[in-house]
């Protein structure tokens, strides 16, 4: 079946595809606004982040690789520039063998506190709208969503 055939086959729900989408894209677009506004590139913007809202926890680059889906290459680097411009210092913990863990350096703080911690805010703010059940159905269709995507998409190039 042609793809213009499957197109019209169900329109409304392409219609409703491209929809969540689109906003998917307008959420994503908000928090690039943010790191183009903070100077930073968008996996670096990423890291202050997590640092962020996993703190007082300890968060290590294969923490950042595991949970953000970032390859390895990019967190080092972008890791790397952070120590370089003081922004973020590594430190290691005893019993934790080499693992560096990431905290905020005092210029970190002040570029996350004005850049990341108002979206993060607002972000809350947004998401508390929602009931807990609204917000638990939410997640729980995103994640049912994004499991059927994986499971399709992964054959698709074997």
């Known amino acids: 079946m042609t793809i213009q055939k499957t197109l019209q086959k169900d329109s ?5 595809l491209e929809l969540y989408n689109r906003l998917w894209k307008e959420q ?3 928090w690039q606004k943010a790191a183009r506004k903070s100077g930073l590139p968008r996996t670096s913007y990423w ?3 997590t640092i962020v809202v996993t703190a007082p926890a300890p968060l290590s680059q294969a923490d950042l690789c595991e949970n953000w889906y970032f390859p390895r290459q990019t967190v080092n680097s972008a890791v790397k520039k952070l120590v370089s411009d003081g922004l973020v210092s590594l430190f290691t913990q005893k019993g934790s063998g080499n693992i ?5 350096t005092p210029k970190g703080e002040e570029l996350a506190a004005a850049y990341v911690a108002p979206l993060v805010q607002a972000d809350i703010h947004s998401f508390s709208a929602f009931s807990a059940e609204e917000r638990s159905l939410l ?6 969503q994004l499991t059927s995507l994986k ?3 992964e054959q698709l190039w074997n």
């Open 12 to 16: 409304v729900l392409i219609g409703q």
């Open 28 to 30: 994503d677009d908000i």
């Open 47 to 49: 890291i202050l982040y």
């Open 100 to 104: 560096k863990y990431l905290r905020l």
């Open 139 to 144: 997640l729980k269709l995103m994640q049912q």
């Open 151 to 153: 499971e399709y998409s």
